[in-house]
C-alpha cells in the first residue's frame, strides 16, 4: 500500500458498525494483574480478550489494509491499585514497530510507558469509545495512543501523512478535558498525553515530521539495496533532531524518539566513512546527552 498520497483523502471512520473490511491494526495485548490482591484473575483475563477485540477489529480508518501491511504494535497494561470495585490505576507499556522495505528488519518507532494509566473497567460491560465525546478513560486513552500509532506510521512513508491521525489524537485530549484522571492536561506534568499530541501538532516542532519520513523512507528503505545512500539520508535527518534541541532542548516528543531510536542509530553508523561517524556522534551526544558515553560505539564500530 502507498501511503504517499493519503494525508489529503483519508477521512476518519467515527462508526465502529463496519469492521468487516481489514482493520490496521495488529496488536498484541497483555494484562499484569500480579500486584492486585485476590486469587480470581477471571476478570482481567476477560479484559484482556475485550481490549485485544476493541483494538484489533475496530476499523480506525476508511483505508483498506492488507494483512502484510497491518501496524504491529504492543501494549502491556500494569495495575498496581484497584481503588474500588472496578478502578484501577497503573501503566502502560507501548512499542510500535515498522518494518524496512526489503528487509527482515523492524525499526523501533514509539518505545513508551504512560506512567499515568488510570480507568474504570466493569466486567462484561461494552467497551465503548466515541470522537466526539468522552465516555471511558480506558478506550479514550487506547484510542488516542492507536491514532498516535498511526500518526507516527504514516508519517514514516509521506512527509506530514500522519497529520490526520494527529489530529483525531487532539481530539481525544480535548474530549477528555472533563475526565477527573491523570494524563489528560497541560497543568498535569509536562510528559503526558496533552503534550505529546500537543508536540506532534505544534509548528515549533515541524521539522520532527521531516525527520520521521526522511530517516525512514529516505533512509531505513533503502539501506538494504544502498547502504551508503541510507546512511548518508539518516545522518542528514539527525541534524533535524539537533535543530529542536538547539531550541526546544525539553521537547518531549523529541525526547521519545531519541529514546526510541538510541540503539538503531548507533548501529548504523557502525558502518560508514569515519566522517559520518564523528558528525553522528557529535550529533546524539548533544541531544542526548545523558547517554553520551554510548556513543563512543559508534566510534568504536558500533553496538556490541
Known amino acids: 500500500m502507498k501511503r504517499s498520497i493519503v494525508s489529503f483523502i483519508i477521512v476518519i471512520c467515527m462508526f465502529f458498525a463496519n469492521i468487516a473490511a481489514a482493520q490496521e491494526i495488529k496488536c498484541d495485548i497483555a494484562i499484569n494483574s500480579s500486584q492486585i490482591p485476590g486469587s480470581d484473575k477471571s476478570v482481567f483475563e476477560n479484559m484482556q480478550t475485550a481490549l485485544y477485540e476493541f483494538i484489533n477489529n475496530t476499523k480506525w480508518t476508511n483505508i483498506n489494509f492488507k494483512p502484510s501491511e497491518k501496524i504491529e504494535c504492543s501494549m502491556v497494561i500494569t495495575l498496581k491499585e484497584r481503588t474500588d470495585s472496578d478502578s484501577y490505576t497503573g501503566e502502560l507499556n507501548m512499542a510500535l514497530r515498522r518494518p524496512c522495505y526489503k528487509s527482515s528488519y523492524t525499526t523501533p518507532m514509539f518505545n513508551y510507558v504512560d506512567p499515568k494509566f488510570a480507568f474504570s473497567y466493569t466486567d462484561g460491560q461494552p467497551l465503548d469509545f466515541s470522537m466526539n465525546t468522552h465516555i471511558s478513560d480506558l478506550t479514550s486513552s487506547i484510542a488516542f495512543y492507536i491514532y498516535m500509532f498511526l500518526g507516527f506510521d504514516f508519517d514514516s512513508f509521506s512527509l506530514n501523512g500522519g ?35 500537543e508536540n506532534t501538532n505544534s509548528n515549533s516542532y515541524a521539522v520532527l515530521h521531516q525527520f520521521l519520513y526522511e530517516y525512514h523512507r529516505l533512509g531505513l528503505d533503502v539501506m538494504s539495496e544502498k547502504p551508503d545512500q541510507g546512511r548518508a539520508a539518516i545522518l542528514t535527518s539527525l541534524q533535524y533532531l539537533q535543530a529542536v534541541h538547539s531550541n526546544y532542548p525539553t521537547c518531549f516528543w523529541l525526547q521519545l524518539i531519541v529514546e526510541s531510536k538510541r540503539d538503531e542509530i ?39
Open 266 to 304: 548507533i548501529n548504523v553508523f557502525s558502518e560508514g566513512t569515519q566522517q559520518e561517524k564523528t558528525t553522528a556522534s557529535s550529533i546524539m551526544k548533544q541531544i542526548d546527552p545523558s547517554k553520551s558515553s554510548q556513543y563512543d560505539a559508534i566510534l568504536q564500530g558500533g553496538k556490541k
Open 163 to 197: 497529520k490526520p491521525f494527529f489530529e483525531a489524537a487532539e481530539q481525544i485530549v480535548n474530549n477528555a478535558q472533563s475526565s477527573s484522571q491523570p494524563g489528560w492536561k497541560a497543568f498535569d506534568g509536562n510528559k503526558n498525553r496533552y503534550w505529546l499530541v
